[in-house]
């Protein structure tokens, strides 16, 4: 493989995906780097210039433009840090969410419909071509100083914030990968506030998971209401910590907590469309007892009900 070869292949990706071409109105009024900066601020809620730097390589003059271009546009506002007021975070405003999930909608679409024209049977060895591109490029890129690996990644109870993080990541997650509606952020605003106002810690419990100073995913452990059964739930983890092992750590902390506290099964509801937690929960001895399609979230899904003995050894 030459230069060349590379080069040539980057041209033609970014034609056939429309990264150069503004008559299809992806990205208007903003450009494609703003639109990223717009995502990574949608992402990240808790950033600054000098994490948005690091994240997207972009010039500090350049990434400052932008910031100006966004808070003229009442897409930012920027307060200072609560950990270092050197720093100021960026958050996005009302208007900046409406516009960052109206761009990541446009940007869905378009891939949606590039998507349509692949056969099924070759999208497998699409997804496998893309996955090695990734990998024997990713392996060969110098860590950015900030990178972090698995062994980085700790569990911990959550602090006053982080209750309301759950509930704000779980509605920005799923409405920009799935497009659920604001249902889904009611229900998890409900299940945290039920945790917060009445639980039991020593058979109810919340952990977070942190990397580099910041929550990344999270699950939580409550009783169910069938006697001798604990129910997880709200397990999330963050795009950019996926791979690390993060969702393996949280459920098998939920494991160890229902099987130390007497409960007898350990249960979880889910939709079909979350493939990679279910093969998490296959990988800890959880088993698929029970489907239902429904209508849920502005979302036609497959409700799942998995099941785990906890009076079965591990392994």
Not at 180 to 200: C, K, P, Q, S
Request: glycine content about 8%; charged content about 30%; overall charge neutral.
């Amino acid at each position: 493989m030459t230069v060349q070869d590379i080069r040539s292949f980057n041209r033609f990706y970014t034609n056939v995906i429309g990264a150069l071409d503004y008559g299809r109105h992806l990205y208007a009024p903003y450009t494609l780097t703003e639109s990223r900066v717009l995502y990574e601020l949608a992402h990240s809620p808790r950033t600054d210039a000098t994490g948005l730097r690091g994240e997207l390589s972009l010039d500090s003059g350049y990434l400052s433009r932008i910031l100006n271009k966004f808070e003229q546009d009442g897409l930012i506002e920027r307060t200072p840090s609560r950990s270092d007021p050197r720093r100021r975070r960026i958050t996005l405003t009302p208007r900046g969410r409406e516009t960052a999930a109206a761009l990541d909608e446009r940007s869905r679409e378009s891939v949606g419909a590039l998507l349509a024209t692949v056969p099924a049977d070759d999208r497998p060895r699409l997804a496998e071509a893309m996955h090695t591109v990734r990998a024997l490029l990713s392996s060969r890129r110098p860590a950015p100083p900030a990178a972090r690996g698995r062994e980085d990644v700790v569990l911990r109870e959550p602090v006053p914030g982080d209750l309301g993080w759950i509930v704000q990541r779980n509605a920005a997650l799923y409405a920009a990968e799935f497009g659920w509606n604001t249902d889904y952020e009611g229900l998890v605003a409900r299940i945290v506030a039920d945790f917060a106002e009445d639980h039991d810690p020593h058979l109810e419990r919340v952990w977070i998971a942190e990397l580099a100073g910041r929550p990344v995913g999270c699950v939580m452990c409550v009783r169910d209401d069938a006697p001798g059964t604990a129910r997880l739930r709200l397990l999330l983890v963050e795009p950019d910590a996926r791979g690390l092992g993060v969702g393996d750590r949280l459920v098998e902390a939920v494991v160890g907590f229902a099987r130390d506290g007497g409960y007898r099964d350990l249960v979880l509801w889910t939709n079909d469309v979350l493939t990679a937690a279910a093969r998490v929960y296959r990988r800890h001895g959880f088993s698929l007892v029970a489907e239902k399609p429904h209508r849920s979230f502005g979302a036609d899904l497959v409700g799942q009900d998995w099941r785990l003995d906890l009076h079965v050894s591990p392994g």
